[in-house]
């Protein structure tokens, strides 16, 4: 147990590390992706195959540490916060959230020929709140750690790529500043990336983004609670192997991050302690984020091939030209 945690621990040290180096830190992408690229290029060093005594830790971490920091995670977000901007912002989230995974899987599964998990990994991800929507996908479903780290890097490069996108294309939308950081927060990938691109805007693009942002992110419950459900009932039809293995399918950790969000919508907890009860979030989520690279095998990632960057630039562009269509509808 403790071989494996440490082994995460020094990798996830690494990862903040990096993530916090003069030049890296501007990009605004998160430690979680260094801990992750860092536990691949070590598990597929000769001697990240001759650890199987950390095999116990590893497994801890991407269970328990990754359920644990995204029930912290919900200190991210206030019931205030969502209801500030009326009810069309969650109708606007929820249409982006239900197109996105229905047309990603669809696209994923008939057009391109991927594995049902990749393409629902890679959707989530694109659809609700990047890393994190995999990582909880990852963790209801039960899916192998390649699809889960091809599904991650596909968020990365698309989200840093709307990062850069987004600004240049505000002049040319027409849309006011605060109606154009509605229009970030319902479409880019990452918070981080939100922040980024919503800030590159002006104050008030920045202040929507993120709270629109933050009700996709509350969507993550809903969204766990219905592909729990519905990931279980194929399992049933295929009558495979792993029919009925753990039963009816309940993410109980998505009700610890809504429980977080109602505790932060009622208590105001001291800002030294509310601060490092979400920087310990985050750590569990990138010692979880270095345990799945570190499984992770180059060849599993070569075999599912440049289909999910298809897929996830497919999913890009309908995020970016359909949210801006539908973001000025729906909210005039």
Known sequence: MWQGL???AGLTLGGFTLAHLPGIRESGISPLVFSLLLGLVVGNLPVGGRLPQASRGLQFATRWLL???IVLFGLSLTLQQILGLGPKVIMLDALVICTILTAGYWIGTRLLGLDRETALLTSAGSAICGAAAVLATETTIRSKPAATSMAVATVVLFG????????LLYPLTGMDEGLFGIYIGATVHEVAQVVAAGDAVGPQALAN?????????MLLVPFLLVVGQWWLRHRQAEGGSEVGRGGLVIPWFAFGFLAMVIFNSVVTLPEALHQSLVVAGQIALA????????????EKLKALGVKPFLLALILFLLLLIGG????PWLMH
């Open 67 to 69: 359920r644990g920091g």
């Open 324 to 327: 801006g269509w539908v973001t």
């Open 160 to 167: 840093s790529l709307a990062m850069l996108v987004y600004p």
């Open 6 to 8: 440490i082994l995460c």
């Open 209 to 217: 983004a993120v709270i629109v942002k933050l009700v996709r992110v």
């Open 287 to 298: 010692m979880a984020m270095a345990a799945l690279g570190f499984e992770t095998r180059l």
